[in-house]
């Protein structure tokens, strides 16, 4: 082979080199296209789902998050809350500049700078997170922060940050600065259940945010990143050091001048945390309203639609109803004996009980007549004194202040204290009240107390109005929400007679009418016990007039009345005056037997109060929504139930209840005041109640025990329950003019016979002044030394009806004249 064919061939191996070079460039251009083809699919599909997955800013723009509805009482002083979340919503346009300022300054000063996002904020929290090997700044805006709580879910994700951002971006275009701002500050939690700034500045002052200075501000805003941390409840000094951080903020930025800064750093900040406290100016009445409203408009509205509710409640009143239930129990109580100690804690046990107490009542003196718990350190025989530990205190009770501590015996009797160590050892915990405090020693006098065992109810309302002033349920709320004036059905006792003896009026009865109080006997049923019904005293009265028959209390004379007048008209006036309670159809009824709830006696009452118009009870004026529109106002609506004369008829003769009968311990109490009621006690003192008026108001007590046990003996509505009405009705009627009831045109008047119920003669032993319905006085006169009918019956059938077991208590007269009254036990009847 030449030489030229030899040098044509060499070549043949560079060109496979280089298709191979191609080969693999195209390939790898390939690949790259497919990368980059793929990353593209990838972003696309990310940058897709984010964009579909983000949620509507639209709710952004309708603001409407869940309100606080408030109750207001008679003055407009706030009473409770019902929500949710405890929110007041404020328009931007009423946050005070200062408030503004101060969160802008502890959580985002370039708001107004950046675009939502501030990418600034990030790179210096990353720099000062780095630094300090830990997460110490976050870099998320106010704008963010209202995305977080507004649309996404808590989580902590990379994807979920992404959509943060991204949103937070589209809000800032979507929304004004302002607008975002507003979202913010009614949104954000603030601790201890206060949402927005509103509500905390009420929640934590006691004031609104317009009211609140630089000091208050600046604790607010800085609670902002981390409520419970830096709440001023649970840890001041964080809260202090916090507040600081923000008026520095403040300052740096120009927001406050120096001498603002300094004065605000030294404030001392007045917590007056509310919660608990509002609902418990008027806890029974408060919570009566908050389930009429959840019935009628339903739970969602009332936690979340920010109502307005204004109510009839009288405040100082309420506290005096519940001050005089309160008293009123107590005292029943210690009537009862003392039961010894809550508990008794070991001697080396003591000094840890002491500082338990120390840490649940602080360094704050306790103030007089305080009633708290104390732990007895030690007894002093010879003194008969203990002393106590009350945490941080001492005090000592002297024999002399616990002469109402008698000692119960097994069979029920008492045994009046000698020493106290017989009651009171080291390491015994029992309930006393502050008296006064040495000045000399230090050492504080204290009286032995006991928490009570019975239940009390108070309810009162204008008469004139229907308006419920006052409502007492049970003497602590806290331990017992039922309540007890409009949810319990007790029996009346002789409460009930008035609306007895308003039948008979009604059917032609005059208060002159007599009845012979004399025995009677009644047919039970086959098998049952014949029914002896007797007076509370076991005696007979013969001939009676029905207006002592009814001031007295006198059962038998009730009886035979509503036998004449018939049991179903009872029930009919019964109904017409406002018992909706079911009443059994039987003589019984006379004495009270059927359960009735105290609002229904009390309303009862108001109908003769209003010479018989029936006016219902109110307990809310009016309604407002979250925008101020009406729902619903409540105006005092009047019906006729009941003749006005005969309306009268029956407060003439409960004026004498008051005036002459069991009810006498009220006029002493209230001299030259009009006053008309009844007392009621059922048997075995289960019971006891007093409902009594003025002209303008109508107010019914009840005092019993839930378990339906004995209060005790010689424990009437007199003794027990009206003395409650009195001190309750002298706060009421203090500083008012002297009312008088009014007398219609139809009521004339005409001396009688006190002795025949007949027109007074010469020969009548004694004449008093009458009260008729015009047309039926008695038209003849007593004919001279008529004898008086029933004397003499005393003794009839005395084994039958001999005296009572109250009468053989050894109680006073006094005592025994209180309340009238004895059923029989054969029938269950309560008097």
């Known amino acids: 082979m030449d030489q030229n064919n030899i040098s044509n061939q060499t070549p043949t191996k560079p060109r496979k080199k280089s298709s191979l070079i191609r080969i693999l460039f195209r390939s790898f251009l390939l690949l790259m296209i497919l990368i980059f083809l793929g990353a593209g699919v990838v972003i696309g599909g990310f940058c897709y789902r984010l964009m579909t997955d983000l949620p509507s800013t639209e709710q952004l723009r309708n603001f409407d998050p869940p309100q606080t509805s408030i109750v207001y009482s008679d003055d407009g002083t706030e009473i409770g809350r019902f929500f949710i979340e405890n929110r007041i919503v404020v328009p931007f346009a009423r946050i005070p500049k200062r408030v503004v300022d101060a969160f802008l300054a502890a959580e985002d000063a370039r708001f107004f700078e950046h675009p939502g996002i501030d990418f600034l904020r990030i790179i210096k929290a990353f720099l000062k997170n780095v630094e300090a090997g830990q997460i110490v700044q976050g870099g998320s805006t106010i704008t963010q922060q209202v995305i977080k709580a507004m649309l996404l879910t808590p989580e902590k994700t990379y994807y979920r940050k992404i959509q943060e951002a991204v949103l937070a971006y589209k809000m800032d275009q979507y929304l004004s600065k302002e607008e975002v701002l507003n979202i913010y500050l009614n949104k954000i939690y603030l601790g201890h259940g206060a949402y927005g700034v509103e509500a905390a500045a009420r929640a934590y002052f006691d004031k609104s945010i317009s009211q609140l200075d630089l000091a208050e501000t600046a604790m607010i805003a800085g609670m902002a990143p981390a409520p419970s941390r830096y709440s001023p409840i649970s840890h001041p000094q964080q809260a202090r050091d916090r507040k600081a951080y923000v008026l520095k903020r403040m300052f740096e930025l120009g927001f406050i001048k ?14 007056s945390l509310r919660g608990r406290q509002a609902i418990l100016a008027a806890p029974d009445f408060t919570e ?61 046990e003591i000094d840890g009980y002491c500082k338990q107490l120390s840490a649940e009542y602080g360094n704050t003196p306790p103030a007089n007549d305080e009633i708290l718990e104390g732990v007895v350190l030690s007894v002093d025989r010879r003194k008969s004194e203990a002393t106590f530990c009350l945490g941080s205190q001492r005090g000592i009770v002297d024999l002399a202040d616990t002469s109402w501590a008698k000692k119960v015996l097994p069979d029920g009797q008492q045994a009046k204290m000698r020493r106290l160590a017989d009651s009171l050892t080291p390491g015994a915990v029992v309930v006393v009240r502050v008296i006064e405090q040495d000045a000399k020693t230090g050492l504080y006098r ?81 098998g049952a016990p014949v029914w002896k019904p007797k007076n509370y005293s076991g005696k007979f009265n013969g001939p009676t007039r029905l207006r002592v028959a009814l001031a007295k209390s ?5 009886i035979k009345l509503m036998q004449q007048v018939g049991v179903q008209k009872v029930i009919d006036i019964a109904q ?15 004495l009270g037997s059927s359960g009735v709830s105290l609002e229904e006696m009390v309303v009862a009452y108001s109908v003769f109060d209003n010479l018989g118009e029936k006016l219902e009870p109110i307990f809310i004026t009016r309604v407002l929504d979250k925008t101020g529109n009406v729902l619903e106002v409540n105006k005092t609506t009047k019906k006729s139930v009941l003749d006005e004369d005969t309306a009268y008829l029956m407060v003439s003769m409960l004026q004498s209840v008051i005036t002459e009968g069991t009810g006498q311990s009220v006029a002493k109490e209230f001299p030259n005041i009009p006053l008309a009621g009844k007392t009621g006690t059922t048997n075995d003192c289960i019971d006891a109640w007093f409902i009594g008026f003025s002209p303008d108001y109508v107010t019914g007590v009840w005092v019993g025990f839930d378990d339906k046990k004995s209060l005790g003996k010689a424990e009437t ?87 009572s077991e109250s009468d053989r208590s050894g109680s006073s007269d006094a005592e025994k004249t209180v309340d009238l009254e004895s059923p029989s036990p054969s029938l269950g009847v309560e008097h």
Not at 258 to 271: F, T
Not at 307 to 332: C, D, F, I, M, W
Not at 463 to 487: E, L, P, W, Y
Not at 554 to 558: A, D, E
């Open 446 to 526: 204290l009286a032995l107390e006991q928490d009570p065992l019975v239940q009390g109810a108070l309810l009162s309302l204008e008469a004139g109005t229907g308006h419920v002033k006052a409502m007492v349920g049970g003497r602590d709320f806290q331990a017992s929400q039922f309540n007890r004036a409009i949810q319990s059905r007790r029996q009346p006792g002789s409460s009930f007679k008035p609306i007895v003896y308003a039948a008979a009026m009604d059917s032609g009865f005059t208060p002159a009418n007599v009845v012979v109080d004399s025995p009677m006997v009644y047919d039970s049923g086959p």
């Open 717 to 803: 509505g007199a003794k027990a329950a009206a003395p409650i009405w009195i001190e309750f009705m002298k706060e009421l009627l203090k500083d008012k003019p002297v009312k008088h009831f009014i007398v219609p045109k139809g009521i004339v008047f005409a001396k009688i016979d006190a002795a025949t119920g007949m027109l007074a003669s010469s020969e009548s032993g004694r004449a008093i002044f009458e009260c008729f319905k015009d047309g039926t006085a008695p038209s003849q006169s007593s004919a001279p030394k008529q004898d008086v009918a029933g004397a003499g019956l005393d003794n009839f059938l005395k084994d039958d009806f001999g005296p």
């Open 554 to 558: 006198i059962n038998i004379v009730t």
């Open 288 to 348: 009566y309203v908050r389930r009429t409203l959840e019935k009628k408009y339903g739970a969602d509205i009332l936690n979340k639609g920010g109502l307005r509710v204004y109510t009839t409640v009288n405040l100082p009143l309420q506290s005096k109803a519940l001050e005089a239930v309160n008293h009123g129990v107590r005292e029943l109580d210690k009537r009862q004996g003392f039961r010894g100690p809550l508990k008794v804690v070991g001697r080396r």
């Open 576 to 590: 017409s005056l406002g018992i909706t309670s079911d009443l059994y159809p039987n003589l019984s009824l006379a």
């Open 258 to 271: 120096p001498e603002e800064r300094e004065k605000a750093l030294k404030e001392e900040l007045n917590l």
